[in-house]
């Protein structure tokens, strides 16, 4: 059954949750949410057999959540705190894409994080974004009502049949319609090409497994190298997947050992 939690700024956040155990709280990426997104609920039900209390929520202008004032940064920080102070104030934060960024913008505000699962974080090297050119481009098509094009816009760099299949699909119109809340996406991402990760994410104390997939895109086995480097207890780690999509049974094993507090990569060395 759908819960609510009121952000700082009064927005609605709509969230499930399950399981006993240690809490985590689970950080969809750029068109994640619920209803959209069953294999990160099929994931949630797995970890809280595993004995955790997950939480599972709808990013603010997805699904149930309200939409509230979208696009920034910092509402997406306060939505996260939210939910940690929903279940105690301290948990296990696991970020898929994008989300993966926010989960390192989110500890670095100190939202009581006890520990990061990233998965396949799509940060370019340090110093080699665009500039910002993904952000402001976005805002500016939402601005002038384009959605669909904010859509094809955000999708450039990806694959082009990602894109192509999208448009041919029933998902299509689900995308274009969540359109504005990607734009905080694109600022978690813009945010960080603005100084060397070790000095934007210093206070990112607590260990974390930056996450590829066996069969991956180029960009993501970099990125989650330089998160390792960076982050003073991090390291990577491999699970079975492709197409920027995990199989079940690699992900539930890999996060359940990682956020057991004696199990791998508890230590969080490289």
Same mark, same amino acid.
Request: proline residues 22%; aromatic residues 0%.
């Given at each position: 059954m759908t819960e609510f939690v009121r952000s700082a700024d009064g927005t609605r956040i709509a969230f499930d949750i399950e399981g006993d155990g240690p809490p985590v709280v689970l950080i969809g990426g750029a068109m994640q949410f619920r209803a959209f997104d069953p294999d990160t609920g099929k994931l949630a039900h797995r970890l809280a057999a595993r004995g955790y209390t997950v939480v599972n929520y709808d990013r603010r202008g997805r699904g149930e959540s309200d939409a509230g004032p979208v696009g920034a940064l910092e509402s997406e920080v306060e939505d996260v705190a939210a939910l940690v102070d929903r279940v #105690? #104030? @301290?948990a296990a934060l696991y970020g898929s894409s994008s989300g993966a960024v926010i989960a390192l913008w989110a500890a670095q505000a100190g939202v009581g994080a006890t520990r990061l699962a990233l998965w396949? !974080? =799509?940060? =370019? &090297?340090e110093g080699q974004g665009d500039g910002g050119e993904t952000h402001r481009g976005l @805002?500016? @098509?939402? !601005? !002038?009502g384009d959605h669909e094009g904010a859509v094809e816009f955000f999708m450039r760099d990806m694959p082009p049949e990602w894109l192509a299949g999208s448009k041919a699909s029933p998902a299509w119109p689900v995308m274009v319609g969540i359109a504005p809340s990607l734009v905080a996406d694109a600022a978690a991402l813009t945010k960080a090409q603005e100084a060397p990760w070790a000095e934007q994410w210093s206070a990112v104390d607590v260990p974390v497994l930056a996450i590829v997939g066996e069969q991956t895109l180029p960009i993501f086995p970099p990125a989650a190298d330089a998160l390792a480097a960076a982050l003073p207890h991090a390291r990577t780690g491999t699970v079975a997947a492709a197409d920027h999509r995990w199989q079940l049974d690699a992900m539930t094993d890999t996060l359940a050992a990682f956020l057991a507090k004696d199990g &791998? #990569? !508890?230590t969080g060395h490289r």
């Open positions: #105690g #104030g @301290r396949e !974080a =799509p940060l =370019p &090297p @805002r500016d @098509r939402i !601005a !002038a &791998p #990569g !508890a």
